[in-house]
């Protein structure tokens, strides 16, 4: 079974529920023109797409997960797409803007992520990534909770994600919430 397969139908309030959303804070460090393509990666129930749908030209949905999907609300700027984040079927050099949000810590193979967003962005392409401090207290208890739902996770620190990616991307923005953290990377040619 895919994972969140289990959780999807009380996803979104749980998410209000423990106050992770961040909707405004990923729109703020994005600043977004307009036209861009987006693709949110992992992007679930797409509360997020929805939210930024307005302000770029279209939004893409990506998910392994087809029940998290059924309930984005789809319309000409916002798609879901059912598939896998380490092989997406995006052309090289087509996307403007990906965004993980609370999604890198739940993939094991971090680098060949990295490197399928890496080919998947245009020059000067944006990559948000937001995501949970490792060794935070309150990201402690968060962890002992989602290994119970989940089972093996792969959270990082903000620095190791900034490792993570600094060979592909310029560090434009580095936001410090302490139990979180916000990257905003532009891709290196
Ligand atoms: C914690 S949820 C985050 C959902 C959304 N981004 C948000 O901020 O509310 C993580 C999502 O990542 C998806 N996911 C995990 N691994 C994936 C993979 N390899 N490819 C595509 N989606 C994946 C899960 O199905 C789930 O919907």
Known sequence: MIKFDRVFKHYDKFIYLFNLNKMDEIKDVLELQGDEVVLDIGGGTGRLADYLSK??????VLDESKVMLSK?????????????ALNTNFDSNSVD????????HHIKDQKKLIEEIYRILKKDGKLLILDFE????????????????????YFRTSKEVINLIKNKFTIAKFIDKKYYFIIRGEKNV
Do not use: T, W
Request: glycine share 4%; proline share 2%.
């Open 55 to 60: 302000d770029c030209q279209i939004v893409y």
């Open 134 to 153: 490792k060794k935070h207290i309150k990201i402690m208890i968060l962890r002992v909770f989602e290994y119970i739902l989940f089972g093996k996770l």
């Open 72 to 84: 984005v609300k789809a319309n000409k700027k916002v798609l879901p797409i059912l598939g896998d």
């Open 97 to 104: 803007v990906v965004i993980m949000s609370d999604v890198l």
